[in-house]
Protein backbone atom coordinates (compact mmCIF):
# COMPACT_ATOMS: atom_id res chain seq x y z
CA UNK A 1 0.00 0.00 0.00
CA UNK A 2 2.64 2.23 0.77
CA UNK A 3 4.61 1.34 -2.37
CA UNK A 4 1.44 2.70 -4.35
CA UNK A 5 0.75 6.21 -2.21
CA UNK A 6 4.80 6.73 -3.26
CA UNK A 7 4.37 5.90 -6.82
CA UNK A 8 0.99 7.84 -7.56
CA UNK A 9 2.77 11.08 -5.78
CA UNK A 10 5.60 10.28 -7.87
CA UNK A 11 3.45 10.28 -10.72
CA UNK A 12 1.69 13.09 -10.25
CA UNK A 13 4.19 15.28 -8.62
CA UNK A 14 1.91 17.62 -7.46
CA UNK A 15 0.62 18.07 -3.57
CA UNK A 16 -1.43 21.10 -2.59
CA UNK A 17 -1.14 22.79 0.79
CA UNK A 18 -4.14 23.26 2.63
CA UNK A 19 -3.84 25.58 5.28
CA UNK A 20 -5.96 28.15 7.45
CA UNK A 21 -9.16 27.92 5.17
CA UNK A 22 -12.58 26.88 6.15
CA UNK A 23 -13.74 23.32 6.59
CA UNK A 24 -16.90 24.18 4.81
CA UNK A 25 -14.90 25.29 1.89
CA UNK A 26 -12.93 21.53 1.38
CA UNK A 27 -14.78 19.88 -1.30
CA UNK A 28 -14.81 22.99 -3.55
CA UNK A 29 -11.38 23.36 -2.51
CA UNK A 30 -10.55 19.82 -3.79
CA UNK A 31 -12.70 20.00 -6.68
CA UNK A 32 -11.50 22.98 -7.76
CA UNK A 33 -7.90 21.33 -7.44
CA UNK A 34 -9.17 18.04 -9.46
CA UNK A 35 -10.36 19.97 -11.77
CA UNK A 36 -7.21 21.88 -12.51
CA UNK A 37 -5.05 18.37 -13.06
CA UNK A 38 -3.92 18.11 -9.27
CA UNK A 39 -4.45 14.68 -7.53
CA UNK A 40 -2.82 15.26 -4.11
CA UNK A 41 -3.65 17.39 -1.44
CA UNK A 42 -2.40 18.22 2.04
CA UNK A 43 -4.42 19.02 4.97
CA UNK A 44 -2.42 20.50 7.54
CA UNK A 45 -3.60 19.57 11.19
CA UNK A 46 -3.37 23.26 12.86
CA UNK A 47 -6.46 23.93 10.49
CA UNK A 48 -9.59 23.98 11.99
CA UNK A 49 -11.57 20.83 11.62
CA UNK A 50 -8.69 19.11 9.86
CA UNK A 51 -9.52 15.66 10.74
CA UNK A 52 -13.19 16.74 9.07
CA UNK A 53 -11.83 17.95 6.28
CA UNK A 54 -9.76 14.91 5.43
CA UNK A 55 -12.54 12.50 6.48
CA UNK A 56 -15.10 14.56 3.44
CA UNK A 57 -12.41 14.55 0.60
CA UNK A 58 -11.53 11.36 1.31
CA UNK A 59 -15.29 9.96 1.17
CA UNK A 60 -15.90 12.34 -1.49
CA UNK A 61 -12.90 11.56 -4.05
CA UNK A 62 -11.68 7.99 -3.02
CA UNK A 63 -8.69 7.01 -4.62
CA UNK A 64 -9.09 9.55 -7.42
CA UNK A 65 -7.58 12.24 -5.17
CA UNK A 66 -4.69 11.37 -2.78
CA UNK A 67 -5.20 12.97 1.00
CA UNK A 68 -2.53 13.47 3.46
CA UNK A 69 -2.52 15.24 7.09
CA UNK A 70 0.38 18.09 6.88
CA UNK A 71 2.13 19.44 10.09
CA UNK A 72 1.48 16.14 11.95
CA UNK A 73 4.07 16.46 15.70
CA UNK A 74 3.35 13.14 16.95
CA UNK A 75 2.43 9.93 16.52
CA UNK A 76 -1.47 10.24 18.09
CA UNK A 77 -1.90 12.55 15.66
CA UNK A 78 -0.80 10.67 12.83
CA UNK A 79 -3.26 7.89 13.94
CA UNK A 80 -6.38 9.93 14.38
CA UNK A 81 -5.28 11.22 10.64
CA UNK A 82 -4.67 8.10 9.45
CA UNK A 83 -8.41 6.78 10.98
CA UNK A 84 -10.07 9.80 9.40
CA UNK A 85 -8.91 8.75 5.86
CA UNK A 86 -5.32 10.21 5.03
CA UNK A 87 -2.91 8.34 2.46
CA UNK A 88 0.00 10.10 3.93
CA UNK A 89 1.51 12.07 6.61
CA UNK A 90 3.43 14.76 6.30
CA UNK A 91 5.67 16.44 9.10
CA UNK A 92 7.78 19.76 9.73
CA UNK A 93 10.11 17.87 11.67
CA UNK A 94 11.47 14.48 11.75
CA UNK A 95 9.96 11.95 14.29
CA UNK A 96 10.56 9.22 14.54
CA UNK A 97 7.31 7.97 16.52
CA UNK A 98 5.26 9.27 13.81
CA UNK A 99 7.34 7.88 10.88
CA UNK A 100 7.08 4.26 13.19
CA UNK A 101 3.00 4.69 13.87
CA UNK A 102 2.56 5.34 9.78
CA UNK A 103 4.47 2.00 9.42
CA UNK A 104 2.62 0.09 11.29
CA UNK A 105 -0.60 1.26 9.36
CA UNK A 106 1.06 1.18 5.71
CA UNK A 107 0.75 4.64 4.87
CA UNK A 108 3.40 6.81 3.75
CA UNK A 109 5.36 9.01 6.32
CA UNK A 110 6.84 12.25 4.77
CA UNK A 111 9.04 13.65 7.78
CA UNK A 112 10.65 17.25 7.58
CA UNK A 113 14.21 17.00 7.33
CA UNK A 114 16.80 19.81 5.86
CA UNK A 115 20.55 17.89 6.77
CA UNK A 116 22.04 15.04 5.47
CA UNK A 117 21.99 12.96 8.57
CA UNK A 118 18.27 13.93 8.85
CA UNK A 119 17.41 12.86 6.23
CA UNK A 120 19.32 9.57 6.13
CA UNK A 121 18.11 8.48 9.35
CA UNK A 122 14.75 9.30 8.17
CA UNK A 123 14.96 6.65 5.35
CA UNK A 124 16.50 4.12 7.50
CA UNK A 125 13.53 4.50 9.58
CA UNK A 126 11.52 3.75 6.75
CA UNK A 127 10.42 7.09 5.40
CA UNK A 128 10.30 6.23 1.57
CA UNK A 129 9.82 9.72 0.46
CA UNK A 130 11.10 12.74 2.78
CA UNK A 131 10.09 16.51 3.18
CA UNK A 132 13.09 19.16 2.36
CA UNK A 133 11.43 22.29 4.33
CA UNK A 134 12.02 24.93 4.10
CA UNK A 135 13.25 24.21 0.61
CA UNK A 136 13.72 28.18 -0.50
CA UNK A 137 16.87 28.40 2.04
CA UNK A 138 18.81 26.01 0.16
CA UNK A 139 17.06 26.38 -3.20
CA UNK A 140 16.56 23.94 -6.41
CA UNK A 141 20.16 22.71 -6.32
CA UNK A 142 20.70 21.36 -2.87
CA UNK A 143 18.24 18.46 -4.56
CA UNK A 144 21.03 17.70 -6.46
CA UNK A 145 23.67 17.75 -4.12
CA UNK A 146 21.73 15.27 -1.26
CA UNK A 147 20.63 12.81 -4.26
CA UNK A 148 24.70 12.33 -4.98
CA UNK A 149 25.62 10.76 -1.63
CA UNK A 150 21.90 9.13 -1.24
CA UNK A 151 20.31 8.57 -4.64
CA UNK A 152 17.70 6.32 -2.70
CA UNK A 153 16.10 8.49 -0.81
CA UNK A 154 13.19 10.79 -2.66
CA UNK A 155 12.70 14.40 -1.87
CA UNK A 156 10.21 16.50 -1.45
CA UNK A 157 10.87 20.11 -1.47
CA UNK A 158 8.63 22.04 0.80
CA UNK A 159 8.60 25.64 1.52
CA UNK A 160 9.10 28.64 -1.19
CA UNK A 161 7.74 26.22 -4.09
CA UNK A 162 6.53 28.47 -6.67
CA UNK A 163 5.79 29.08 -10.26
CA UNK A 164 9.21 30.17 -10.89
CA UNK A 165 10.95 27.82 -9.28
CA UNK A 166 8.80 24.04 -9.83
CA UNK A 167 10.50 22.96 -12.48
CA UNK A 168 13.71 23.87 -11.37
CA UNK A 169 12.82 21.63 -8.68
CA UNK A 170 12.16 18.77 -10.32
CA UNK A 171 15.32 19.33 -13.17
CA UNK A 172 17.54 18.61 -10.09
CA UNK A 173 15.94 15.27 -8.54
CA UNK A 174 12.79 16.01 -6.75
CA UNK A 175 10.80 13.48 -6.64
CA UNK A 176 7.15 16.08 -5.93
CA UNK A 177 6.70 19.22 -4.54
CA UNK A 178 4.06 20.38 -1.67
CA UNK A 179 3.25 23.88 -2.85
CA UNK A 180 1.21 26.16 -0.75
CA UNK A 181 -0.57 29.58 -1.16
CA UNK A 182 0.54 29.74 -4.64
CA UNK A 183 -2.04 27.05 -5.18
CA UNK A 184 -4.35 27.26 -2.60
CA UNK A 185 -4.88 30.97 -0.70
CA UNK A 186 -7.40 31.83 1.63
CA UNK A 187 -8.13 34.92 0.55
CA UNK A 188 -9.12 33.51 -2.55
CA UNK A 189 -11.47 30.40 -0.76
CA UNK A 190 -13.13 32.72 1.95
CA UNK A 191 -14.27 34.80 -1.17
CA UNK A 192 -15.48 31.74 -3.14
CA UNK A 193 -12.75 32.51 -5.82
CA UNK A 194 -12.19 28.99 -5.97
CA UNK A 195 -11.69 29.61 -10.63
CA UNK A 196 -8.43 30.77 -9.27
CA UNK A 197 -7.72 27.87 -7.49
CA UNK A 198 -8.56 26.00 -10.80
CA UNK A 199 -6.17 28.40 -12.57
CA UNK A 200 -3.28 27.91 -10.31
CA UNK A 201 -3.35 24.64 -10.68
CA UNK A 202 -3.67 24.44 -14.29
CA UNK A 203 -0.57 26.65 -14.37
CA UNK A 204 1.46 24.35 -12.38
CA UNK A 205 0.68 21.10 -14.04
CA UNK A 206 1.45 23.50 -17.36
CA UNK A 207 5.02 24.57 -16.13
CA UNK A 208 5.45 20.25 -15.25
CA UNK A 209 4.15 19.38 -18.44
CA UNK A 210 2.33 16.89 -16.71
Not at 6 to 18: A, D, F, M, P
Not at 29 to 45: C, D, F, K, N, W
Not at 82 to 87: K, R, W
Not at 96 to 112: D, F, Q, T
Request: hydrophobic fraction near 45%; charge should be neutral; include cysteine.
Amino acid sequence: MVANILKTLGEHKLVSIVRGVEEKAAIEIAEALYQGGIRAIEITMNTTGALRMIEKVKDSFGDKMMVGAGTVLDSENAVNAITAGADFILSPTLSLRVIEACNRYSKLAVPGVLTPTEILTAWEAGAQLVKVFPARVLGPKYIKDIKGPLPQVEIMPVGGVSLENASDFMKNGAYALGIGTALVNPEWTSKGEFDKVKKAAEAFVSALKL
